[in-house]
T-cell receptor, first 115, second 114 residues
Framework: DSGVTQTPKHLITATGQRVTLRCSPR?????VYWYQQSLDQGLQFLIQYYNGEERAKGNILERFSAQQFPDLHSELNLSSLELGDSALYFC??????????????FGPGTRLTVL | AQSVTQLDSQVPVFEEAPVELRCNYS??????LFWYVQYPNQGLQLLLKYLSGSTLVKSINGFEAEFNKSQTSFHLRKPSVHISDTAEYFC????????????FGKGTKLTVNP
């Protein structure tokens, strides 16, 4: 158990809909990262937040957005969903703001299925 | 932009045999290198990383990887695998001092058979 929690575990929805994925980092960690894992694209870094502020951006679509709240939990919002958005979405956390050198601890993921 | 190539998508081996999972990267600047492991139905775990210093880095469970700058490689090795090493292994790279974007390879599924 990494200490990172993600809810829900599974999510099934229809095209065009909007969903919110939630992540709670390990106690004391200030950075939260979001990743997407799909058969087509593999594992992709989406975005990083540090202490409430956006710090690094990867291959995140404009239809997707994220935020980190004062209690440090984070939410990833996916809107206008397409079939290709079906994937496993991971959240990770780390103590500091160093994407390159900090060890990231991953949650179990949320499996999103868009029908 | 940097990229990572994992040459083998699947590697089947017998228990107690040695294994090498290959990883090559492409980048115009210096990089940090990582190996992550994903056990079935679990999230990723950092296995080992190269940031600087000794080019040979080791994990606590017997894996090691060697950074070879001239060959732009970071192959993962274990001299004797166990059934419990069955998992998917991802190589990843991030550029030093550049935009903080972690790039992963497609992954290698290691299956250890009895």
């Amino acid at each position: 158990d990494s200490g990172v929690t993600q809810t829900p575990k599974h999510l099934i929805t229809a095209t065009g809909q909007r969903v919110t994925l939630r992540c709670s980092p390990r106690s004391g960690d200030l950075s939260v990262y979001w990743y997407q894992q799909s058969l087509d694209q593999g594992l992709q870094f989406l975005i990083q937040y540090y202490n409430g502020e956006e710090r690094a951006k990867g291959n995140i679509l404009e239809r997707f957005s994220a935020q980190q709240f004062p209690d440090l939990h984070s939410e990833l919002n996916l809107s206008s969903l397409e079939l290709g958005d079906s994937a496993l979405y991971f959240c990770a956390s780390s103590p500091r703001d160093y994407l390159s050198t900090d060890t990231q601890y991953f949650g179990p993921g949320t499996r999103l299925t868009v029908l | 932009a940097q990229s990572v190539t994992q040459l083998d998508s699947q590697v089947p081996v017998f228990e107690e045999a040695p294994v090498e999972l290959r990883c090559n990267y492409s980048s115009s600047v210096s990089v940090y290198l990582f190996w992550y492991v994903q056990y079935p139905n679990q999230g990723l775990q950092l296995l080992l990383k190269y940031l600087s210093g000794s080019t040979l880095v080791k994990s606590i469970n017997g894996f090691e990887a060697e950074f070879n700058k001239s060959q732009t490689s970071f192959h993962l090795r274990k001299p004797s695998v166990h059934i419990s090493d069955t998992a998917e292994y991802f190589c990843a790279v991030i550029t030093q001092g550049g935009s903080e974007k972690l790039v992963f390879g497609k992954g290698t599924k290691l299956t250890v058979n009895p």
